[in-house]
């Protein structure tokens, strides 16, 4: 078969927007560091994301969840499970990028994000 014109621009591999794959992504990472203790109510939403310079860019996201005592759980004592969430979701966008990232993310809590993040996408 003739190679026919691209669906997607150049380097973008999946159909999902860079902001949904970067959400994607910390929220992986957040379930791989708290793996059992945390449910599958959460979300992440990319706050803002634009470049510094030619060799940073800035990210900030919010992770939701619906209750307080999860959002304690992602935190963590001293803020240590955050970190160590941000800095794994880092070091894989630096990775993909090529570029360093500066990663600031922030816990909210909304029991109702789930209808609130489905219908804004829809």
Do not use: C
Not at 40 to 65: C, F, G, H, K, L
């Amino acid at each position: 078969m003739p190679e026919g014109e691209p669906f997607y621009p150049d380097m973008q591999i999946t159909d999902m927007s860079h902001t949904e794959w970067v959400a994607e992504l910390i929220r992986e990472k957040a379930f791989f560091r708290l793996r059992q203790e945390l449910p599958y109510s959460i979300a992440v939403t990319v706050d803002e994301m634009e470049p510094r310079d030619e060799n940073q860019t800035y990210i900030s996201a919010t992770i939701w969840t619906t209750h307080d005592r999860y959002k304690r759980m992602i935190i963590g004592a001293g803020g240590n499970m955050l970190k160590q969430v941000g800095t794994d979701a880092r070091k894989e966008l630096e990775a993909v990028s090529g570029k360093r990232v500066f990663l600031e993310l922030h816990v909210q809590t909304d029991p109702k994000w789930p209808q609130r993040i489905f219908t804004a996408t829809s």
